[in-house]
């Protein structure tokens, strides 16, 4: 038997908890259906030299403060899924894991939840808060079948000891391709390659800084102002001190991206080549949103039309925490707890 709900949230992660709590402080009834097997989202997959952009002041979710780290100033990704956790158990989250859900479909007055293995929920509305994790994006770059080395995406990597004393090239010039670049700097033959010039920014910008310009973008937009640029205004890595020492130690030194892959390793549009033990793709995510497409949401693009985080063709629907398309820097920490808020206060009028 179908179990009812008002909101169901699908995802467990930093947006799903955060939703959550705004859900509980609303009064409504509802449940968080989370794919992974233990507390913290996508932060334990990842690789342990992984570091936040900001102080963990400055990186927290709404109603708790994320204490510091001892000895760092920027806190690692176990000190994350540690805070996520606390977090969820401090509210007493509702979170049900592990479940995957297989579809969303419109079903009279509610939303039916199909999952893969817990059954069915009926709600009154859904915020979907998956994340893109789940979705690494690898480019259709020629030769690729042809390599002969290892390739693997940021998903995959977890340091830098399986690749010490081998030639490694890494794909990507945002903020995992150039702490992983940073990372492997030292024990292996690396090649660092970008789709232009690495635009590092201000050694003394953080996350706070950047959601404050994010937000100023979004506010400028709503406003009919003039386009800031918001983040992207002021570069694409963030220099935190792993990425700041190996940059001025001169061993960040990017190569403009190459036009093929050969089977021992890259080769550029003039001909030259670099031999490559493994490719390293630090190219990037696509949201993860299989499980609405029974809904038929998307539009030519393949993009869910929105308006904040409310689906366009079907307003009982939330996205939560996919990017600035569903509320200025809502896919980080300090930024979701904003958007998280005013969708469930628009899910609570609608119910109502």
């Not at 400055?58 to 899924?81: C, F, I, K, N, W």
């Not at 406003?223 to 061993?251: F, Q, W």
Request: aromatic share 8%.
């Amino acid at each position: 038997m179908a179990r009812r709900t008002d909101v169901v949230v699908i995802g467990g992660g930093q947006s799903g908890l955060v939703a959550g709590y705004h859900l509980r402080r609303l009064g409504l009834d509802f449940v968080i259906l989370d794919a992974q097997s233990a507390p913290g989202g996508a932060w334990p997959h990842t690789w342990d030299s992984l570091r936040l952009f900001s102080p963990a002041a400055y990186s927290s979710l709404p109603g708790r403060l994320m204490p510091p780290q001892p000895g760092e100033t920027y806190p690692d990704a176990a000190h994350v899924a540690a805070y996520l956790s606390a977090y969820e158990q401090r509210y007493e989250l509702p979170v049900h894991r592990p479940v995957r859900v297989s579809g969303v479909h419109r079903d009279g007055a509610r939303l039916r939840v199909e999952t893969e293995n817990s059954g069915t929920w009926l709600g009154r509305a859904v915020i979907s808060a998956t994340g893109t994790w789940s979705r690494p994006f690898v480019p259709a770059v020629p030769g690729r079948a042809e390599f002969t080395g290892t390739q693997l995406h940021t998903v995959e990597y977890d340091g830098p000891a399986a690749f010490a004393g081998k030639r490694v090239t890494v794909v990507g010039g945002g903020n995992s391709g150039a702490q992983i670049a940073a990372d492997l700097a030292h024990g292996t033959e690396l090649t660092w390659v970008t789709l232009r010039e690495p635009r590092y920014l201000a050694d003394d910008i953080d996350g706070r800084a950047l959601f404050d310009h994010a937000t100023a973008r979004r506010r400028a937009l709503d406003e009919g102002r003039t386009d800031t640029g918001g983040v992207a205004s002021l570069g694409d890595i963030v220099a935190v001190p792993p990425v700041r020492e190996a940059r001025d130690a001169g061993l960040l030194k990017a190569q403009p991206m190459f036009a093929r892959l050969t089977t021992t390793g890259v080769e550029w549009a003039d001909g030259t080549r670099a031999d490559s033990d493994a490719i390293i793709w630090c190219t990037g995510f696509r949201p993860a949103l299989a499980h609405l497409a029974p809904l038929g949401l998307r539009g030519p693009r393949g993009h869910i039309p929105t308006a904040g985080t409310q689906a366009l063709g079907e307003p009982r629907v939330h996205l939560l925490g996919y990017g600035d398309w569903t509320g200025p820097a809502s896919a980080t920490l300090i930024g979701v707890g904003r958007p998280a808020r005013e969708a469930a206060r628009s899910i609570a009028g609608l119910l109502s």
